[in-house]
């Protein structure tokens, strides 16, 4: 039974949608440390729609400029790499953002505001990192890491209120074990297998797959993984969960000899996530529910 | 009738009983509810850190941000609308500061906000006298000014009391 689950969840991947060619090409230049945002440009001049819109937010009442922005090289470095990035991305796969994770018993905007608080939140702690961690890729990731989730809340309905004692019970070690359980599979491989189908580059799908368990990452992504673990850990602590599952999820010990970060650091980050979140939030006008 | 909603780091005093008062998904951090039973006052702030040392400047635009800054600030708010804060008038509860799963504990600031805000209360002969804290899940809380009752809601759990 498990097993035609599995299959269907696999099945439901492929009937996604794949996002624009526009979307991949500043993802996988974002993720390439020698870009500049004169590659990103290059990419939105062609694709008349998402110059517009960027063109609508950079002008809109959340930047108050006294005079219009008409260009885009303008509006790229007033926006910066993270807004664009964060929006193309809410843009392509906004059918799975504004899912409302019936299965986790969420509400519509949650993962949305999960996954970009993720991604601020790991773009931060990698300058923690104590080997290079690009930035930009690990906010990427944060904004993708959850996306299985969109994919398997179908399959969940209901769950919430056996899984949640079962974890209590200590049936379940963390709630990707009861995912396991019922489907066969969590929503980090779920994850992964999109952003494969999507094509998207490694190191992209790897470090989504293994948000939960950077430890059994491969040796050349796992600082980047345990960058990404750590910006899920601070945005599940600021209390933006995706629903049922929110905080049942494990800290992975290990993560002390990747990322040098002490108490006080950890304070601050928290202070410079909320401020960053809010800033980012508010400019792209994607409210949630409410907060 | 106001929905009084506290961001982190917000606190709100009202003694409107249309108003009610409510706080979404702590996680780590602590809402300390003030309720002054003579005035029918309530108070709620929405701490997100122990010690305002590591950020005075935060402190200032937001004091409720921090527990050594937020406890005074929302007292003081608390007089101002004429509560008389000291001996059995004022009862205090706690929600929130709850944890990932997390053995080692070295990200615990739920814990930690915890400890510092009942830290605080003691020092002022105050104490909370229910609380609901820690534990792997968030908390929404509501509390009508009306009644002073408190609701606890999380995504995938029936509401419950505090
Ligand atoms: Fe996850
Ligand atoms: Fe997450």
């Known amino acids: 039974m498990t097993k035609s689950i599995?299959?269907?969840?696999?099945?439901?991947?492929?009937?996604?949608?794949?996002?624009s060619p526009s979307a991949s090409q500043?993802?996988?230049?974002?993720?390439?440390?020698?870009?500049?945002?004169?590659?990103l440009v290059n990419i939105v001049k062609h694709d008349a729609p998402l110059t517009a819109q960027l063109l609508r937010i950079v002008n809109s009442a959340a930047f108050s400029r006294r005079a219009e922005i008409t260009s885009i090289d303008r509006a790229l470095s007033l926006l910066g790499e993270d807004m664009v990035v964060g929006m193309v991305l809410a843009d392509a796969a906004?059918?799975?953002?504004?899912?409302?994770?019936?299965?986790?018993?969420g509400a519509k905007g949650d993962l949305w505001e999960h996954n970009l608080r993720s991604a601020v939140a790991a773009k931060k702690i990698a300058a923690y990192s104590k080997t290079r961690v690009?930035?930009?890729?690990?906010?990427?990731?944060?904004?993708?890491?959850?996306?299985?989730?969109?994919?398997?809340?179908?399959y969940l309905k209901n769950t919430p209120a056996e899984i949640i004692p079962a974890i209590a019970q200590g049936k379940f070690n963390n709630y990707s074990a009861a995912e396991q359980e019922i489907l066969g599979l969590d929503h980090a491989e779920v994850g992964l297998e999109l952003a494969r189908y999507w094509q998207l580059p490694e190191p992209l799908p790897s470090v989504i797959g293994y948000h939960h368990k950077p430890d059994q990452a491969p040796s050349e992504i796992k600082p980047l993984a345990y960058v990404v673990h750590l910006g899920d850990i601070i945005a599940m602590l600021s209390g933006g969960g995706t629903g049922s599952d929110n905080l049942f999820h494990g800290l992975v010990p290990e993560y002390v000899d990747y990322i040098d970060l002490n108490n006080d650091d950890l304070a601050l980050v928290v202070i410079e996530v909320n401020e960053e979140f809010n800033r980012i939030r508010n400019s792209l006008g994607r409210e949630g529910v409410e907060q | 009738m106001a929905n009084l909603v506290v961001g982190v780091g917000d606190f709100a005093v009202s003694n409107d009983p249309e108003d009610i008062i409510k706080t979404f998904a702590l996680g780590s951090c602590v809402a300390i509810i003030f309720l002054h039973k003579t005035s029918r006052t309530v108070g709620m702030v929405h701490v997100a850190l122990p010690e305002s040392r590591i950020k005075p400047e935060k402190a200032v635009t937001m004091p409720g941000y921090f527990a050594d800054t937020g406890i005074p600030a929302i007292l003081k708010a608390m007089n101002a609308k004429g509560c008389v804060t000291g001996g059995n008038n004022m009862i205090i509860k706690l929600a929130g500061g709850?944890?990932?799963?997390?053995?080692n504990?070295?990200?615990?600031?739920?814990?930690?906000?915890?400890?510092?805000?009942?830290?605080i209360l003691w020092s002022l002969g105050m104490g909370p006298t229910t609380e609901d804290l820690g534990g792997t899940f968030s908390r929404t809380v509501t509390v009508p000014v009306k009644t002073g009752k408190i609701t606890l809601s999380c995504p995938g759990k029936k509401d419950w009391p505090l």
């Open chain 1, 134 to 154: 690009n930035g930009d890729t690990s906010f990427t990731c944060g904004l993708l890491h959850d996306l299985g989730k969109a994919i398997i809340s179908d």
């Open chain 1, 6 to 19: 599995k299959d269907d969840i696999l099945k439901a991947i492929r009937e996604v949608p794949l996002i």
């Open chain 2, 98 to 103: 709850a944890s990932v799963m997390d053995t």
């Open chain 1, 94 to 105: 906004s059918h799975l953002f504004d899912s409302s994770l019936e299965g986790y018993g």
């Open chain 1, 26 to 39: 500043l993802l996988e230049i974002s993720n390439d440390p020698d870009h500049g945002l004169v590659d």
């Open chain 2, 105 to 119: 504990n070295t990200f615990n600031i739920g814990k930690r906000n915890i400890l510092s805000i009942k830290k």
